[in-house]
């Protein structure tokens, strides 16, 4: 099995950053893209950021030159730095990671979500 735990969310004030992190552990052989998506009450789940592991990155448009998305692969890790907070970006933040994991002779591609974490931006 696999689990993505996330770290990181908090309340902070306009203009604020927070820095979330999200931590992949079990049956891993490797781990293709990584990202972050959140949720905010009444809306759709929407993209934030994705990174390959090549390290190519991916924005929405609403968070462009505001958040970095970063990993560490030695650690199966990605993280989000959040600058520049808004009161818009206040929402759960879920982590999710395309594993590839070992299923007798064959890697298999699988998806995981993280169980989310709350970010509240206050104006």
């Known amino acids: 099995q696999v689990q993505l735990v996330e770290s990181g969310g908090g309340l902070v004030q306009a203009g604020g950053s927070l820095r979330l992190s999200c931590a992949a552990s079990g049956n891993i052989a490797a781990i293709n893209a990584m990202g972050w998506y959140r949720q905010a009450p009444g809306k759709e789940r929407e993209l934030v950021a994705t990174?390959?592991?090549?390290?190519?990155?991916n924005y929405a448009d609403s968070v462009k030159g505001r958040f970095t998305i970063s990993r560490d692969n030695a650690k199966n890790t990605v993280y989000l730095q959040m600058d520049s907070l808004k009161p818009d970006d206040t929402a759960a933040y879920f982590c999710?990671?395309?594993?590839?994991?070992?299923?007798?002779?064959?890697?298999?591609?699988?998806?995981?979500w993280g169980q989310g974490t709350q970010v509240t931006v206050s104006s």
């Open positions: 999710n990671s395309n594993v590839l994991r070992q299923v007798g002779g064959a890697l298999i591609p699988i998806t995981y």
């Open positions: 990174i390959t592991r090549s390290l190519m990155t």
